[in-house]
């Protein structure tokens, strides 16, 4: 690490020259355990990622975000619109997770499942080194010609268009993919837009903007600031081991660490933003360690605690707080998915109305019906009321026939006996049945005129 590099590491990212111009990183290759690991890790993702809407579990795709007919498959089960409070307290639990993940483990995400990473070091900067060599010091061991690096960029923009068609096959499914290449470009000319938008910007991404999306415009990272503290599990130096360097400390100050970072930092500077948690320095000092036969691990995954006090905990009032919170979220899940009905039912009084007196010994009133389908079988809307019991009704359609995914929407007249109404108002409660079976119940109020008025 230069001493000029120490003026300035905390004044801008180091891909910003001090005249605010772009600099370009170019890292060294890693190798080592925990590349082979993040290697691993990354290639089995991208397997899910192309795999997950095309493999079916019970006849669905084990995942398919069917925005068209409002229907999701996620793990092989089939959530509809409808759905919103599952929906919403999965949406709740995922936040959550990650905000406790990141208190214990610091940005362990970015540098092992975040798509751009994965993306930008397992596919770009690898078709980058076959070009270009690995780096030596930022210095380039091949020079390709004109032709080569015009090569290079068509295969950018190969790799792109083929997993942007992927992300777009996630709400289409395979089949629905595969029409749309059949088809005449005309009728899915707003797919082939949009096909078109997502690749030259993701094609621009990797080849050009590359690590500033972490460094400068990823808000994730701009969260770890308010999220971690001493006891955050990150990519540490151990500086007392380390220090001083060249002399006393294991540190030999060979700068390893720095040509392999894929965002140009110093790790021996302390814990910064711009670090994805990769672990790329920790393989290279291990190396230098093994070479110099010191003790491995002088860069290794701990918290600044752990390294000041020698002992390891993760356990502080928020690291409780969260987790309280997301056994609460995830006992609310388990609840609402045991819970959850094949059909959603509302009863609801016409708003503006009373009572109407049918004749001199019968009174009724007048409810809105909305019944709505929540499964993919076609069901067969039959009604009863169960309070009062087997109450005469009259509903214009009927029996109620739902479809996949189908609503009902209707007036419904409910009748009384003017001597069966003790108080001005009665409960209803009304009873949901496809064929025999009840699917679900749903309640209101029936209105009547006061007992002696």
């Given at each position: 690490?230069?001493?000029?590099?120490?003026?300035?590491?905390?004044?801008?990212?180091?891909?910003?020259?001090?005249?605010?111009?772009?600099?370009?990183?170019?890292?060294?290759?890693?190798?080592?355990?925990?590349?082979?690991?993040?290697?691993?890790?990354?290639?089995?993702?991208?397997?899910?990622?192309?795999?997950?809407?095309?493999?079916?579990?019970?006849?669905?795709?084990?995942?398919?975000?069917?925005?068209?007919?409002?229907?999701?498959?996620?793990?092989?089960?089939?959530?509809?619109s409808q759905d919103g409070d599952i929906m919403a307290i999965v949406m709740a639990t995922v936040v959550v997770f990650v905000v406790l993940f990141t208190v214990v483990f610091g940005?362990?995400?970015?540098?092992?499942?975040?798509?751009?990473?994965?993306?930008?070091?397992?596919?770009?900067?690898?078709?980058?080194?076959?070009?270009?060599?690995?780096?030596?010091?930022?210095?380039?061991?091949?020079?390709?010609?004109?032709?080569?690096?015009?090569?290079?960029?068509?295969?950018?923009?190969?790799?792109?268009?083929?997993?942007?068609?992927?992300?777009?096959?996630?709400?289409?499914?395979?089949?629905?993919?595969?029409?749309?290449?059949?088809?005449?470009?005309?009728?899915?000319?707003?797919?082939?837009?949009?096909?078109?938008?997502?690749?030259?910007?993701?094609?621009?991404?990797?080849?050009?903007?590359?690590?500033?999306?972490?460094?400068?415009?990823?808000?994730?990272?701009?969260?770890?600031?308010?999220?971690?503290?001493?006891?955050?599990?990150?990519?540490?130096?151990?500086?007392?081991?380390?220090?001083?360097?060249?002399?006393?400390?294991?540190?030999?100050?060979?700068?390893?660490?720095?040509?392999?970072?894929?965002t140009g930092i110093d790790i021996r500077n302390g814990t910064q933003l711009e670090c994805v948690n990769c672990t790329a320095c920790i393989d290279e000092c291990n190396i230098i360690?093994?070479?110099?036969?010191?003790?491995?691990?002088?860069?290794?995954?701990?918290?600044?605690?752990?390294?000041?006090?020698?002992?390891?905990?993760?356990?502080?009032?928020?690291?409780?707080?969260?987790?309280?919170?997301?056994?609460?979220?995830?006992?609310?899940?388990?609840?609402?998915?045991?819970?959850?009905?094949e059909v959603d039912a509302s009863l609801l009084r016409m708003p503006g109305t009373m009572y109407q007196e049918v004749s001199v010994d019968s009174i009724s009133n007048i409810y809105?019906?909305?019944?709505?389908?929540?499964?993919?079988?076609?069901?067969?809307?039959?009604?009863?009321?169960?309070?009062?019991?087997?109450?005469?009704?009259?509903?214009?359609?009927?029996?109620?026939?739902?479809?996949?995914?189908?609503?009902?929407?209707?007036?419904?007249?409910?009748?009384?006996?003017?001597?069966?109404?003790?108080?001005?108002?009665?409960?209803?409660?009304?009873?949901?049945?496809?064929?025999?079976?009840?699917?679900?119940?749903?309640?209101?109020?029936?209105?009547?005129?006061?007992?002696?008025?």
């Amino acid at each position: 690490m230069t001493s000029k590099q120490n003026k300035t590491f905390r004044e801008r990212p180091d891909n910003i020259d001090e005249h605010g111009k772009r600099k370009r990183i170019k890292a060294r290759q890693p190798k080592g355990k925990w590349y082979t690991r993040r290697t691993i890790v990354a290639f089995s993702l991208l397997l899910f990622f192309v795999l997950a809407p095309i493999i079916k579990v019970g006849g669905n795709p084990f995942m398919l975000l069917d925005i068209v007919h409002r229907k999701f498959h996620l793990m092989g089960a089939t959530v509809y619109s409808q759905d919103g409070d599952i929906m919403a307290i999965v949406m709740a639990t995922v936040v959550v997770f990650v905000v406790l993940f990141t208190v214990v483990f610091g940005r362990f995400w970015c540098g092992w499942a975040c798509p751009h990473t994965v993306f930008m070091e397992m596919i770009f900067r690898r078709i980058e080194y076959l070009f270009h060599g690995n780096y030596q010091r930022g210095r380039r061991s091949k020079f390709p010609g004109r032709v080569a690096l015009a090569l290079k960029h068509v295969i950018y923009f190969v790799v792109v268009l083929f997993f942007t068609n992927v992300f777009i096959m996630w709400f289409t499914g395979l089949s629905g993919l595969i029409l749309i290449w059949k088809s005449p470009l005309i009728d899915y000319w707003q797919v082939y837009a949009a096909m078109l938008v997502v690749t030259v910007f993701y094609y621009w991404i990797y080849a050009y903007v590359r690590e500033s999306v972490c460094t400068l415009f990823c808000p994730y990272g701009r969260m770890q600031g308010v999220l971690m503290d001493a006891k955050t599990i990150t990519v540490a130096y151990d500086y007392k081991r380390g220090e001083p360097r060249r002399l006393k400390g294991d540190c030999v100050d060979c700068g390893g660490c720095v040509v392999v970072c894929p965002t140009g930092i110093d790790i021996r500077n302390g814990t910064q933003l711009e670090c994805v948690n990769c672990t790329a320095c920790i393989d290279e000092c291990n190396i230098i360690m093994k070479r110099m036969k010191r003790a491995p691990n002088l860069i290794r995954f701990a918290s600044n605690y752990s390294i000041e006090t020698g002992k390891s905990s993760i356990k502080n009032l928020r690291t409780f707080a969260y987790s309280a919170v997301l056994l609460v979220l995830l006992s609310a899940l388990v609840v609402s998915l045991w819970g959850r009905t094949e059909v959603d039912a509302s009863l609801l009084r016409m708003p503006g109305t009373m009572y109407q007196e049918v004749s001199v010994d019968s009174i009724s009133n007048i409810y809105q019906l909305k019944i709505v389908n929540k499964t993919e079988g076609v069901k067969n809307i039959r009604l009863k009321f169960l309070k009062p019991k087997n109450s005469a009704f009259f509903l214009s359609e009927y029996p109620i026939v739902l479809s996949e995914d189908g609503s009902f929407d209707g007036v419904i007249v409910l009748k009384r006996a003017r001597f069966d109404m003790k108080k001005g108002n009665a409960p209803v409660e009304l009873g949901i049945y496809d064929e025999e079976r009840m699917l679900e119940t749903t309640k209101a109020t029936f209105i009547g005129p006061k007992p002696g008025s």
